[in-house]
């Protein structure tokens, strides 16, 4: 029940999600005017509006002009009504599931932002990292176990979560340095922000899986011929990947991990 609940919410926020994407990297407002065909301009009405269902009764094309909806909208409309009830499944009735599910959607925004335009934009990172470093305090139990580091006085989740954001932050700066044309100042900026939601050592496997997966993806582009080698693929949606999965089942992770190691002779352990 709460479960259904949650995939209804989430369908919501998706459709909130589409609206974000489509209106920021314009730098329009996100609240005025109301929707619109992008065709025809015609206002929409509710009954246009109702996620996934609206798109299917209207057969994907808009209501007054016939111009085609994006597939993209009930699309992220069903994929953010998945990852909430993911969520809801993994973490149940609490508040890590509403900490989850904003950072996921946020995670959703970068990555549909960055494949549409090649952008990360700062109204996105700026507000998200500082959301980040007031929810870190009260944030110990998720993902990876975070070891203790000496703290300053101050909560060990947040000085956990502020070495880990300036030490992404770091790696990829330098990275960024010596090969300016594969990572971008965007890339940079939200590497921090994984290291702020993650901590640390999950912020490692996150930025792990990116590396690798977008390495993947490149070749794959390679030998296909998809791309020239000068045409970078952004890296943001692989950045938001690794963060999503170490948000969803970093625990068991290091959990796995750590049974993993403890089999290992010696030095690997
Ligand atoms: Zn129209």
Same mark, same amino acid.
């Not at 301009?41 to 007054?64: A, E, F, K």
């Given at each position: 029940m709460l479960g259904a609940l949650a995939f209804l919410l989430g369908v919501s926020v998706g459709s909130f999600v589409n609206v974000v994407a489509d209106r920021l990297p314009g730098g329009r407002s996100l609240v005025r005017p109301r929707s619109f065909c992008e065709s025809c301009? #015609?206002?929409?009405? *509710?009954?246009?509006? /109702? +996620?996934?269902? *609206?798109? $299917?009764?209207?057969?994907? #094309?808009?209501?007054?002009?016939?111009?085609?909806? +994006? =597939?993209? *909208?009930?699309? @992220?409309? =069903?994929?953010? !009504? %998945?990852?909430?009830?993911?969520?809801?499944? #993994?973490?149940?009735?609490s508040a890590e599931t509403v900490v989850v599910c904003a950072a996921l959607s946020v995670l959703l925004i970068v990555t549909l932002i960055d494949l549409e335009h090649g952008l990360i934009l700062n109204v996105i990172v700026f507000p998200t990292m500082a959301a980040l470093v007031v929810v870190a305090p009260f944030w110990s139990e998720l993902g990876f176990a975070r070891p203790l580091l000496g703290s300053l006085g101050m909560p060990a989740s947040l000085f956990n979560s502020l070495i880990a954001g300036a030490g992404a932050f770091a790696i990829f700066l330098a990275i960024a340095l010596i090969s300016p044309e594969g990572m971008g100042a965007g890339d940079v900026k939200f590497a921090g922000v994984l290291g702020l939601? =993650?901590?640390?050592?999950? @912020?490692?496997?996150?930025?792990? $899986? %990116?590396?690798?997966?977008?390495?993947? /993806?490149?070749? /794959?582009? $390679?030998?296909? #011929?998809?791309?020239?080698?000068?045409? %970078?693929? +952004?890296?943001?949606?692989?950045?938001? =990947?690794?963060?999503?999965?170490?948000?969803?089942?970093?625990?068991? $992770?290091?959990? !796995?991990?750590?049974?993993?190691? %403890?089999?290992?002779p010696g030095f690997w352990a």
């Open positions: 301009n #015609r206002t929409l009405t *509710s009954l246009d509006l /109702v +996620p996934i269902v *609206s798109y $299917l009764w209207l057969r994907g #094309r808009c209501r007054h002009c016939g111009a085609r909806i +994006p =597939l993209r *909208s009930p699309l @992220v409309e =069903l994929f953010t !009504g %998945a990852l909430f009830t993911l969520t809801y499944l #993994r973490f149940g009735y939601m =993650l901590g640390f050592p999950g @912020v490692l496997f996150a930025l792990w $899986l %990116a590396v690798v997966t977008g390495g993947l /993806v490149a070749v /794959v582009f $390679l030998l296909l #011929r998809k791309r020239g080698r000068k045409d %970078a693929i +952004p890296f943001g949606p692989f950045l938001a =990947l690794g963060a999503a999965v170490v948000l969803l089942v970093g625990a068991d $992770l290091s959990t !796995g991990y750590q049974e993993f190691a %403890a089999r290992l």
